[in-house]
C-alpha cells in the first residue's frame, strides 16, 4: 500500500510539474526567435511617399532603398503581418533623419540667400511622439535616435538623407493579422518644417512565425540624387 501511495504521488508530482512547463511555455510564446525583415518600399503607403535609392552615409557606400518624402503629418507607412501565434517581439525600425530646417551662417543678421545659410536635418528622438509606431492602434514605446545630418552637409547629396540609425521597442502580436503602422504626427523642434524620416525597414524577432504580402510601390519612384 505504502510503495502504492508513493508511486501515485510520484505520478501528481509529474502532471503538476509538466502542467507548470506547460504553462510556461505559453508564457514564453515557445522559443526559437528569429528576425524577419520587412522592407518600407513594400509597405502600404499613403499619398506622397515615393522610392528613393542612394548610397548610405557613414555605411560601405552600398545601394539601399528608402521610403522617402515621408515628412508631414498624417503621412503613413503601413505593414499587414501575419503570425503563426500570439507572442511579444522585439521590433527594430531602420531609417535616417529628414527633419530639415535652415540655419543662419551671416554673423549680421542679414537676410538668408543661396550664401548665408546652411541647411540641416535634426537628430530624431524616436521616444518623443513625433514620429510613433502603433500595432493594431496600440502605441508601442520605442527607445533610440536618428542621426543628424553630417557636418558640412550640402543638404542636396544622398549622405545626409540616409545617414541610418535605428530604434527599438517591444510589440505584441496577435494571432492572425497585425497592422504594423508607422505615422509622422509633427515637428521635432523650432526650426525644423518636418518630422521626416526616410524609412528602410522594420526588423521584428518573433517566436512566431511572420508572414507579409508585399505592396508594389515601384511606379514611385524618386531621382536618386535628390534628398527625402
Same mark, same amino acid.
Given at each position: 500500500?505504502?510503495?502504492?501511495?508513493?508511486?501515485?504521488?510520484?505520478?501528481?508530482?509529474?502532471?503538476?510539474?509538466?502542467?507548470?512547463?506547460?504553462?510556461?511555455?505559453?508564457?514564453?510564446?515557445?522559443?526559437?526567435?528569429? +528576425?524577419?525583415?520587412?522592407?518600407?518600399?513594400?509597405?502600404?503607403?499613403? +499619398?506622397?511617399?515615393?522610392?528613393?535609392?542612394?548610397?548610405?552615409?557613414?555605411?560601405?557606400?552600398?545601394?539601399?532603398?528608402?521610403?522617402?518624402?515621408?515628412?508631414?503629418?498624417?503621412?503613413?507607412?503601413?505593414?499587414?503581418?501575419?503570425?503563426?501565434?500570439?507572442?511579444?517581439?522585439?521590433?527594430?525600425?531602420?531609417?535616417?533623419?529628414?527633419?530639415?530646417?535652415?540655419?543662419?551662417?551671416?554673423?549680421?543678421?542679414?537676410?538668408?540667400? !543661396?550664401?548665408?545659410?546652411?541647411?540641416?536635418?535634426?537628430?530624431?528622438?524616436?521616444?518623443?511622439?513625433?514620429?510613433?509606431?502603433?500595432?493594431?492602434?496600440?502605441?508601442?514605446?520605442?527607445?533610440?535616435?536618428?542621426?543628424?545630418?553630417?557636418?558640412?552637409?550640402?543638404?542636396?547629396?544622398?549622405?545626409?538623407?540616409?545617414?541610418?540609425?535605428?530604434?527599438?521597442?517591444?510589440?505584441?502580436?496577435?494571432?492572425?493579422?497585425?497592422?504594423?503602422?508607422?505615422?509622422?504626427?509633427?515637428?521635432?523642434? !523650432?526650426?525644423?518644417?518636418?518630422?521626416?524620416?526616410?524609412?528602410?525597414?522594420?526588423?521584428?524577432?518573433?517566436?512566431?512565425?511572420?508572414?507579409?504580402?508585399?505592396?508594389?510601390?515601384?511606379?514611385?519612384?524618386?531621382?536618386?540624387?535628390?534628398?527625402?
Amino acid at each position: 500500500m505504502k510503495k502504492t501511495i508513493k508511486k501515485m504521488l510520484g505520478i501528481t508530482a509529474a502532471a503538476a510539474l509538466t502542467l507548470s512547463m506547460g504553462s510556461m511555455a505559453l508564457i514564453g510564446c515557445g522559443g526559437g526567435a528569429k +528576425d524577419y525583415t520587412f522592407e518600407a518600399e513594400h509597405a502600404v503607403w499613403s +499619398d506622397g511617399i515615393y522610392i528613393d535609392t542612394g548610397a548610405v552615409w557613414g555605411q560601405d557606400g552600398s545601394e539601399a532603398t528608402f521610403a522617402g518624402n515621408f515628412n508631414q503629418a498624417g503621412q503613413t507607412i503601413s505593414w499587414t503581418i501575419k503570425a503563426s501565434k500570439e507572442c511579444d517581439a522585439t521590433l527594430t525600425l531602420h531609417a535616417a533623419s529628414a527633419s530639415m530646417g535652415m540655419t543662419m551662417i551671416d554673423p549680421n543678421g542679414n537676410p538668408m540667400d !543661396q550664401t548665408n545659410y546652411k541647411v540641416s536635418l535634426a537628430e530624431v528622438d524616436m521616444s518623443t511622439d513625433q514620429i510613433t509606431i502603433s500595432v493594431n492602434d496600440t502605441a508601442a514605446s520605442m527607445t533610440g535616435k536618428l542621426p543628424g545630418s553630417p557636418a558640412e552637409w550640402d543638404g542636396q547629396s544622398a549622405e545626409g538623407w540616409h545617414n541610418v540609425g535605428t530604434a527599438t521597442g517591444t510589440i505584441h502580436l496577435k494571432k492572425g493579422e497585425n497592422v504594423i503602422t508607422l505615422e509622422i504626427t509633427g515637428a521635432p523642434s !523650432q526650426g525644423y518644417w518636418t518630422a521626416g524620416i526616410n524609412t528602410d525597414k522594420i526588423v521584428i524577432n518573433s517566436e512566431a512565425k511572420l508572414t507579409f504580402t508585399k505592396t508594389d510601390n515601384s511606379d514611385k519612384v524618386n531621382n536618386p540624387s535628390q534628398g527625402g
